[in-house]
């Protein structure tokens, strides 16, 4: 494994870019969304950053992260990461799930749930959990990335982010 | 005598209530918490807490922290890992706040992992600007990167390099502790490896084999890499230099070790409710300059804490001509700054 140190290993993408565009579209971020970040794509991993403005890479230093990275393939914009859902999930307007308590229960702990086929349009989506806290509040928090398959939906949220209600 | 008292024995002449010291020394330390105001609402946070634990207290002098009781775990809790809240040491909460670093400055944090006081800049500084986090070795460099996701951080470029051989943004190298060839960072923050004597409370002294010879040798890496601060900060900018050990060699001596027209160790203020000691005079025969007085010392039995040092100095402008050296600094050929 090797971090990039030339300048040329990010490419910043435009608003006009397939992944921004798609990204907007697919789960309805305001046009605004994401004013003063710039999504970068880095060649080598294919992967896509979202990072404040003002950041660029230092030439010679290898670069780690980038900000934070939203999707690891720029060909999947609508396979976001989870710590990008959990920054930025509140904001979409498309192609979300809620999930109540025992759903997010389950998919906060990397589960699956049965969802009828007829109700699972799109292959991701941005999954709501609602946690009831210790003090018996309700807290609708975005908590990963949920995937369709066969009848089911699959929780992606990685290891090392899942937690027990 | 314990093998920890041996250990520390050489501090005797240097603290106030030694049986004191020692027994704090080998006792718990308690956890602490702060809200992350990048992810939730303080009074989300405020309530929650309130709820899981009720004898958790609000740290007076920390915008939002909350100090535990022994036993309570709160990485296993949900909004820990939603990264509403954030763990970390009370005493090493306390270098940020000095930097106060402001939203669109450019801060380097040369040695970030795991990433705490990174984060801690980048809440600081609304995650607007830009935070350099940088990170030599690499096994590090996965816990870095996993808590500011988790904590939303964006505003944070992670780099692996070597702290005393790093450059500005535009990748050019300091030839003298006031030349500007790119763009000074606004505020630095070294937090340098150390011999980690004031984590006695945390981790077991009895696993670290001899601290006596890494000390001699980290401490050369220390100044390189303060050095290496000051010549990338822009004048009148802040370094927050910072250790977990009470090695004055690795505290004072290294503020001692920075020509005194490069930067001046700046006074500071202490909050109401936490007692600090400030920096010695001198150690072992040796006398400091007299401004390394204004660094704190935080010792474990005064606030019922680790051990940490921490100094806040800030580049001087350029002299309009430099004097010869005589107190046996030199600016090293090929460009290094000794």
Same mark, same amino acid.
């Given at each position: ?54 950041? =660029? ?64 349009? =799109? ?26 398959? =066969? ?15 | 005598?314990?093998? +920890? ?28 918490? @702060? ?30 922290? @909350? ?53 801690? +800049? *980048?809440? *600081? ?12 070795? @690499?096994?590090?460099?996965?816990? +870095? ?150 660094? @704190? ?14 100094? +806040? ?26």
């Amino acid at each position: 494994m090797s971090l990039p140190t030339k300048l040329d290993a990010f490419q910043a993408l435009d608003d006009r870019h397939v992944f921004v565009i798609t990204l907007m579209e697919e789960y309805g971020f305001p046009s605004d969304a994401f004013a003063g970040w710039t999504f970068w794509h880095r060649c080598e991993s294919d992967a896509v950053w979202i990072a404040r403005s003002e950041m =660029r890479p230092i030439p010679g230093i290898p670069t780690g992260a980038f900000g934070m990275m939203a999707s690891k393939n720029i060909a999947q914009p609508t396979r976001l990461s989870a710590s990008f859902i959990q920054r930025f999930g509140h904001l979409a307007s498309r192609s979300t799930i809620t999930l109540n308590h025992e759903g997010t229960r389950m998919f906060a702990a990397g589960n699956r749930i049965s969802w009828p086929s007829d109700e699972s349009p =799109r292959h991701y989506s941005i999954v709501i959990g609602t946690i009831t806290a210790s003090n018996g509040e309700i807290y609708h928090v975005p908590v990963g990335r949920g995937r369709f398959e =066969r009848g089911q939906l699959c929780s992606d949220v990685p290891k090392a982010q899942r937690f027990q209600l | 005598m314990s093998w +920890l008292e041996k250990c520390l024995q050489r501090y005797k002449p240097i603290v106030d209530d030694w049986d004191a010291f020692m027994h704090a020394c080998q006792m718990p330390l308690p956890r602490a918490i @702060w809200h992350n105001p990048l992810k939730a609402s303080a009074d989300d946070v405020r309530r929650l807490v309130a709820a899981r634990v009720p004898e958790a207290q609000i740290i007076p002098w920390q915008t939002l922290a @909350w100090r535990l009781p022994p036993g309570v775990k709160p990485g296993l809790w949900p909004e820990y890992r939603l990264g509403w809240i954030h763990g970390q040491e009370e005493v090493a909460l306390w270098a940020v706040p000095l930097l106060n670093a402001q939203p669109g400055e450019r801060v380097l944090d040369l040695c970030a992992a795991p990433g705490n006081k990174t984060a801690q +800049l *980048a809440v *600081a500084m609304q995650d607007e600007g830009l935070i350099i986090a940088n990170e030599r070795r @690499w096994d590090r460099l996965v816990s +870095l990167r996993h808590n500011l996701e988790r904590l939303g951080v964006t505003s944070a470029l992670i780099t692996r390099h070597d702290a005393a051989r790093f450059t500005w943004l535009d990748g050019t190298v300091p030839k003298t502790p006031f030349a500007l060839g790119g763009h000074g960072f606004d505020k630095v923050l070294v937090d340098v490896p150390c011999t980690c004597e004031g984590t006695t409370r945390k981790r077991n002294m009895h696993r670290r084999h001899s601290v006596d010879a890494y000390r001699k040798s980290v401490v050369q890496t220390q100044k390189g890499m303060l050095r290496r601060a000051l010549a990338l900060t822009r004048p009148g900018g802040l370094v927050a230099y910072a250790t977990c050990t009470f090695a004055p060699e690795e505290n004072e001596g290294v503020l001692n070790s920075i020509w005194p027209h490069v930067a001046e160790v700046v006074a500071m203020a202490p909050p109401a409710g936490l007692r600090i000691s400030p920096g010695l005079a001198a150690w072992e025969g040796q006398t400091y300059r007299d401004d390394v007085r204004n660094a @704190w010392r935080i010792w474990p039995h005064h606030n019922n804490s680790g051990g940490f040092f921490i100094a +806040l100095l800030r580049k001087l402008p350029e002299p309009s001509h430099m004097e010869p050296a005589t107190d046996g600094h030199s600016v090293a050929a090929g460009g290094g700054i000794s």
